[in-house]
């Protein structure tokens, strides 16, 4: 049990005992409702045991068992050995015996032990948990605290954890080639789905900066792996996509991240999160939203002669986090689900999440060089639907037509029209253009132009919007940066966009401190 002593949850080693087994008569087409009342119903963990289980009699020779273990005392690689346990106790009653199981040579507070010492105390600078400590403040400085995701819906002020999921499957002929691609890169196929994972953000528009969550078994003995017990670990795995690169490059810094990652997995992630200190919110996951797992522990297998047994599937509508997904090898496919947030995603949308990372799949086994821009994550019905539908009426089907275009043909139809009202200043469209022509001919005197980026430190006003035309009759591209961001993540975002230079207000000019060429 675990109780609270001066608010702050212990635990507390009973003495052996048998678990109560709750008995119920029901009949088949009661069993789903019944089974997810009983695995949904949660615990009292300070005055009960973290595991319940309920016999649920069908009839004379069928029946289903319901094992409900609490996460504070088992994980993934914990089903296995309970399997067994349970076998073992089925054979044993059924020879009316009671069971005998042979002595572990390690129990988990031995493990509890182990790792505190091995740990040692934050005090010490050089204790393991210290320079730990050391490197995850350096490699999550400056994490967003929220990535951009393709939601239908605005994420509510309280997460309510409902969930759905969408199967996902990679075939044989593509794992294949996901395997062939981690080997020459040196990595493994969890590094390679994790890129693809990345990439697919990116391209939906998550930004460059990409945590994604995961777990690592954390059994780091062989001792250890029969003991049923909460080992895992959560790791914050930071993916940068930034500069457009290939994806074999991508593949290549995820291996670099998680390598580091995996050599500094023993911090608990309770203790991160207080460490990084994100700014808190009851609407979402702390740094990370978007998760990734995959399922490599031992299978829990139920066998004995003159018995059959199978599971009972079972959808529970829970969701940890906005985005899950899980993944299991077996006979050389990858096959899984995809969790999401019901707050969040309609299923039509989690499912094109999973289409459009199948095709993202299958283009990077393709090609593992191709950029990640000019990677193609639509179908044909939604590249009609943008083309098409979306096109809207403002030119003939066929005649390419640019923005610069588009606004001097305005500027054409209205010039008096007022285009533009801000903070007093109303200009008409002839106006904008004017002021935008003067500052777009000195921009292309300094060189900017197709494929070059320009940074606009500007605050939202008429300047900004000036600004704006300008670039793009200049023929470049612009990089809004707003002037109250936080200083590393301007640098970021300069680092990242590489702009030939710099526009700015008088009023905002500081904030690019150090930047070369300015207008």
Same mark, same amino acid.
């Given at each position: 049990?675990?109780?609270?002593?001066?608010?702050?949850?212990?635990?507390?080693?009973?003495?052996?005992?048998?678990?109560? =087994? *709750?008995?119920?008569?029901?009949?088949?087409?009661?069993?789903?409702?019944?089974?997810?009342?009983?695995?949904?119903?949660?615990?009292?963990?300070?005055?009960?045991? $973290?595991?319940?289980?309920?016999?649920?009699?069908?009839?004379?020779?069928?029946?289903?068992?319901?094992?409900?273990?609490?996460?504070?005392?088992?994980?993934?690689? !914990?089903?296995?050995?309970?399997?067994?346990?349970?076998?073992?106790?089925?054979?044993?009653?059924?020879?009316?015996?009671?069971?005998?199981?042979?002595?572990? $040579?390690?129990?988990?507070?031995?493990?509890?032990?182990?790792?505190? *010492?091995?740990?040692?105390?934050?005090?010490?600078?050089?204790?393991?948990?210290?320079?730990?400590?050391?490197?995850?403040?350096?490699? =999550?400085?400056?994490?967003?605290?929220?990535? /951009? =995701?393709?939601?239908?819906?605005?994420?509510?002020?309280?997460?309510? #954890?409902?969930?759905?999921?969408?199967?996902?499957?990679?075939?044989?002929?593509?794992?294949?080639?996901?395997?062939?691609? /981690?080997?020459?890169?040196?990595?493994? =196929?969890?590094?390679?789905?994790?890129?693809?994972?990345?990439?697919?953000?990116?391209?939906?528009?998550? +930004?460059?900066?990409?945590?994604?969550? !995961?777990?690592?078994?954390?059994?780091?003995?062989?001792?250890?792996?029969?003991?049923?017990?909460?080992? %895992?670990?959560?790791?914050?795995?930071?993916?940068?996509?930034?500069?457009?690169? +290939?994806?074999?490059?991508?593949?290549?810094?995820?291996?670099?991240?998680?390598?580091?990652?995996?050599?500094?997995?023993?911090?608990?992630?309770?203790?991160?999160?207080?460490?990084?200190?994100?700014?808190? @919110?009851?609407?979402?996951?702390?740094?990370?939203?978007?998760?990734?797992?995959?399922?490599?522990? $031992?299978?829990?297998?139920?066998?004995?002669?003159?018995? @059959?047994?199978?599971?009972?599937?079972?959808?529970?509508?829970?969701?940890?986090?906005?985005?899950?997904? &899980?993944?299991?090898?077996?006979?050389?496919?990858?096959?899984?689900?995809l969790e999401y947030a019901t707050?969040?995603?309609?299923?039509?949308?989690?499912?094109?999440?999973?289409?459009?990372?199948?095709?993202?799949?299958?283009?990077?086994?393709?090609?593992?060089?191709?950029?990640? !821009?000019?990677?193609?994550?639509?179908?044909?019905?939604?590249?009609?639907?943008?083309?098409? *539908?979306?096109?809207?009426?403002? &030119?003939?089907?066929?005649?390419? !037509?640019?923005?610069?275009?588009?606004?001097?043909?305005?500027v054409a139809r209205s010039p008096? /029209?007022?285009?533009?009202?801000?903070?007093?200043?109303?200009?008409?469209?002839?106006?904008?253009?004017?002021?935008?022509?003067?500052l777009a001919r000195v921009l292309?005197?300094?060189?900017?132009? $197709?494929?070059?980026?320009?940074?606009?430190?500007?605050?939202?006003?008429?300047?900004?919007?000036?600004?704006?035309?300008? %670039?793009?009759?200049?023929?470049?591209? #612009?990089?809004?940066?707003?002037?109250? #961001?936080?200083?590393?993540?301007?640098?970021?975002?300069?680092?990242?966009?590489?702009?030939?230079?710099?526009?700015?207000?008088? *009023?905002?000019?500081?904030?690019?401190?150090?930047?070369?060429?300015?207008?």
């Amino acid at each position: 049990m675990f109780p609270e002593v001066g608010g702050v949850a212990c635990q507390r080693v009973l003495d052996p005992a048998e678990p109560e =087994l *709750e008995q119920v008569h029901l009949g088949e087409a009661e069993l789903a409702d019944a089974l997810l009342a009983s695995v949904s119903r949660g615990f009292d963990l300070a005055v009960e045991p $973290p595991l319940r289980a309920t016999l649920f009699t069908l009839g004379p020779d069928e029946h289903v068992i319901a094992l409900v273990l609490h996460h504070i005392a088992g994980d993934g690689w !914990s089903m296995a050995p309970l399997a067994r346990d349970v076998i073992t106790a089925y054979e044993a009653r059924s020879r009316g015996c009671a069971p005998s199981w042979a002595p572990l $040579p390690v129990q988990y507070a031995d493990y509890a032990l182990w790792q505190r *010492e091995l740990l040692g105390e934050e005090s010490d600078p050089g204790s393991l948990v210290s320079r730990q400590v050391g490197f995850w403040r350096v490699a =999550l400085a400056g994490l967003p605290d929220e990535i /951009a =995701l393709p939601a239908d819906r605005p994420r509510p002020a309280v997460a309510s #954890y409902r969930g759905g999921s969408v199967p996902v499957s990679v075939g044989v002929e593509e794992v294949r080639r996901l395997r062939a691609l /981690a080997r020459e890169a040196n990595a493994s =196929l969890f590094m390679v789905v994790q890129a693809a994972l990345a990439a697919l953000l990116t391209r939906l528009g998550a +930004g460059t900066d990409v945590p994604i969550g !995961s777990v690592v078994a954390g059994r780091v003995d062989e001792a250890l792996d029969d003991l049923v017990g909460m080992f %895992v670990n959560t790791l914050v795995l930071r993916t940068d996509t930034g500069g457009d690169p +290939g994806f074999r490059e991508l593949v290549g810094r995820v291996r670099e991240v998680d390598l580091a990652a995996y050599a500094h997995q023993d911090l608990p992630f309770e203790r991160l999160v207080e460490i990084v200190s994100p700014a808190r @919110s009851m609407a979402r996951h702390p740094l990370f939203q978007v998760a990734l797992t995959f399922q490599n522990n $031992p299978a829990a297998k139920l066998e004995l002669d003159g018995l @059959s047994v199978e599971p009972e599937p079972l959808e529970i509508g829970v969701a940890k986090f906005d985005l899950l997904m &899980s993944l299991t090898e077996t006979a050389g496919e990858l096959t899984g689900s995809l969790e999401y947030a019901t707050d969040l995603f309609d299923p039509e949308t989690a499912e094109g999440l999973v289409s459009r990372f199948l095709r993202l799949i299958h283009a990077v086994t393709a090609d593992p060089d191709v950029s990640l !821009s000019a990677i193609d994550i639509l179908d044909a019905r939604e590249r009609h639907t943008i083309l098409h *539908e979306w096109s809207g009426t403002g &030119s003939s089907p066929g005649v390419p !037509s640019t923005i610069a275009e588009e606004f001097e043909a305005q500027v054409a139809r209205s010039p008096h /029209a007022v285009a533009v009202v801000g903070s007093g200043v109303e200009l008409s469209y002839g106006e904008l253009d004017a002021r935008a022509g003067v500052l777009a001919r000195v921009l292309v005197g300094l060189g900017v132009g $197709p494929e070059r980026f320009v940074a606009l430190v500007v605050p939202r006003s008429v300047e900004l919007v000036v600004a704006v035309v300008a %670039v793009v009759k200049a023929g470049g591209a #612009y990089v809004p940066i707003d002037p109250g #961001y936080p200083a590393e993540r301007v640098g970021h975002m300069v680092r990242d966009a590489g702009p030939v230079l710099a526009v700015a207000v008088s *009023e905002s000019e500081g904030v690019l401190a150090g930047f070369g060429r300015r207008v």
